[in-house]
């Protein structure tokens, strides 16, 4: 699968205006970040989720003196389109999210599983399983 995962955490680390070309979804675990995204300033307090696009210009940076701490994971467009096929999306599968942030506390929950699920030792089914879930949570449209 073309995934990714990354764990990150700064204090005064700023990331210019930059994109992607994988879908990047995170996260937010402690202290509190800020990003630009669609020309409105995201909040990424604990729990929230950012939800990042390709080709999206987006900044980031910590805001709090704890620093900012969040998993991501970069998915490359070929597996969202095999992700969106499998729960049988019937649209374009090059989507776009709704939103840059959200707070939606089902796919947070699902997204601490699934990042404990790819940092331990788990079958296959358990991990594609698990990704389903996400995927169904995931707030997109075409």
């Not at 307090?45 to 999206?56: S, V, Y």
Request: contains cysteine; positive net charge; charged residues 25%.
């Amino acid at each position: 699968m073309g995934v990714e995962m990354l764990r990150a955490s700064w204090t005064r680390h700023t990331f210019a205006p930059h994109l992607h070309d994988f879908y990047a979804i995170s996260l937010n675990d402690r202290g509190r970040g800020a990003f630009d995204c669609r020309r409105s300033v995201h909040d990424a307090a604990p729990g929230t989720c950012n939800l990042i696009a390709p080709g999206e210009v987006h900044t980031g940076r910590a805001t709090s003196e704890d620093g900012w701490t969040y998993r991501n994971l970069h998915v490359d467009v070929s597996t969202m389109a095999k992700l969106l096929r499998g729960v049988e999306w019937r649209r374009d599968t090059h989507v776009t999210f709704t939103s840059s942030l959200v707070v939606d506390r089902e796919l947070a929950a699902r997204l601490r599983r699934l990042f404990a699920i790819m940092t331990t030792a788990s079958s296959l089914l358990q991990r594609e399983s698990v990704w389903l879930s996400v995927d169904r949570t995931c707030d997109s449209s075409p």
